[in-house]
């Protein structure tokens, strides 16, 4: 298992993750993604920031990294940290708890850009999936609220999300 960054020639298998992720969202949660824009993750490709786990030659997880997040986190995005959105498993590859995996590699790529948090959201609601990523070593910090704004993807209209954070001090 390697954690690689995306390349443009990933963008289709990306946006068929994130489309295999929304209907597994709409199987076992009442909140979902509603779409993504292409535009977004090439975007994040050429910004660094789209990440791809290989597991034999082929992509088992992609997930996206920011520094800042402040429709989410609001004053909070003041502190040094690592965003992590949009974790997506090929659903040939879903149990491997790809989640651990991720923020034991955040952890290091935190500390290599100087940052203290590494940070999450999640639609509101769903306390499996909060639970498990408690599991992973996240504190859950609770509900935020936020105003609507077309700066987020749109599953983000309804204006609230649970907030999950791990301090590295």
């Known amino acids: 298992m390697k954690i690689l960054q995306s390349t443009h020639e990933d963008t289709e298998a990306i946006m068929r993750l994130y489309d295999a992720g929304t209907d597994h969202q709409k199987k076992v949660a009442k909140k979902h993604w509603q779409g993504f824009e292409k535009s977004l ?4 490709i050429g ?3 789209q990440w791809k786990i290989v597991i034999d030659g082929e992509i088992a997880c992609v997930f996206a990294t920011a ?3 402040p429709f989410i986190w609001q004053e909070k995005d ?3 940290a690592v965003y992590l959105h ?3 498993t090929n659903p040939q590859f879903r149990g491997m708890h790809f989640v651990k995996h991720i923020v034991a590699w955040t952890k290091e ?3 290599q850009n100087g940052k203290a948090y590494i940070r999450m959201d999640t639609g509101s609601g769903n306390d499996k999936l909060n639970n498990y990523y408690v599991s992973c ?3 859950y910090l609770g509900v935020t609220e936020y105003p609507v704004t077309d700066q987020l993807p749109e599953h983000y209209n309804d204006g609230c999300s649970s907030l999950f954070e791990i301090n590295l001090n």
């Not at 993750?41 to 994040?44: G, I, P, S």
């Open 86 to 88: 949009r974790i997506a």
């Open 47 to 49: 910004e660094q920031n």
């Open 78 to 80: 003041e502190d040094p």
């Open 137 to 139: 070593g996240f504190t």
């Open 109 to 111: 790529y935190a500390l």
């Open 41 to 44: 993750v090439e975007k994040e």
């Open 67 to 69: 520094f800042c997040d």
